[in-house]
């Protein structure tokens, strides 16, 4: 019988000696607009003053919550919600689950609908997303704005889902669920390549077909389950550097202060472009011309 040479004996007792290695804490990072839940269409019903926005807010608070039930079941330690929407002020805190934490209110800073994101998460997800500006059979399209037509880095027209995943991106995080209209679904699709996605209603005009609101919710919570759980089938959405964005917006006045922005140049009727090697400094140019 060989016997085991007595520095291998040591390595083995020295390994069996050390404490298990504990796995990383796993954090979910959730970012909430509400122009994408179940049932709403106007404009009005997303803003404070419009007769209906109670209930809508009840309706994508519910759908946040949703979202933390999938996380948490799919084993997050640690949910972060960043309301999204307008004022950042829409989500009534007492409605969600006790695992959740609530990022509200405007902080000024670059990443905005991203706020409190970085590289501790595992995964993002989006809830009550909406297609970009000129979406043919979308629900409230637009792109940050009303004054804003087009985004587009690196020949590449993205949504406010397409810039906030590349946000996630700069700390590898991917975005494993998006929740909206189905054409913000098709087009997280076309961008991200694997994501899970739940259409809650299809636009037809200025109108929509849509699921009943806790049907939503049921396939919300069970669709970031699965994504959450199968994190590893998804990559970080990324795009190499320089980043160059070509804005166009509506109107004169907006294109012409635009191009005195440091760095920015007029490049086009209603169009501006600006580089840089910095996403989220690109991210501040945009929010300051726009």
């Known amino acids: 019988m060989n016997k085991v040479p007595s520095a291998m004996c040591s390595l083995i007792a020295l390994a069996l000696s050390l404490p298990a290695q504990q796995p990383r804490p796993l954090k979910v990072f959730i970012s909430v607009d ?167 209603k299809q636009g037809v005009g200025a109108a929509t077909i849509g699921m009943h609101p806790e049907t939503a919710l049921e396939k919300i919570r069970a669709g970031v389950e699965t994504a959450v759980r199968e994190r590893a089938r998804y990559r970080p959405y990324q795009m190499s550097p320089p980043y160059t964005l070509v804005l166009k917006l509506k109107n004169e006045e907006s294109v012409y202060r635009g191009q005195f922005y440091p760095g920015a140049r007029r490049t086009g009727d209603w169009e501006i472009t600006f580089t840089s090697n910095s996403f989220l400094e690109l991210m501040h140019a945009f929010n300051k011309i726009k």
């Open 34 to 200: 509400m122009e994408g839940i179940a049932g709403l269409v106007s404009g009005e019903e997303t803003g404070s003053s419009g007769k209906d926005y109670d209930y809508f807010r009840r309706i994508m608070t519910r759908e946040a919550g949703a979202a933390v039930e999938g996380a948490l079941a799919a084993g997050a330690s640690e949910v972060i919600v960043r309301d999204g929407h307008g004022s950042k002020q829409n989500i009534l805190p007492d409605l969600l689950p006790r695992g959740a934490q609530l990022l509200r209110g405007n902080s000024g800073t670059m990443a905005n609908m991203m706020d409190g994101l970085d590289g501790s998460f595992g995964a993002a997800v989006f809830i009550g997303y909406h297609a970009r500006a000129g979406t043919p059979d979308a629900i409230l399209d637009h792109t940050s704005t009303g004054n804003v037509t087009d985004f587009a880095i690196n020949g590449v027209s993205l949504p406010e889902g397409g810039y906030n995943a590349l946000i996630a991106g700069l700390y590898d995080v991917p975005v494993v669920f998006v929740a909206g209209d189905q054409a913000i679904c098709a087009q997280m699709k076309k961008l991200l390549g694997a994501v899970e996605a739940v259409a809650t």
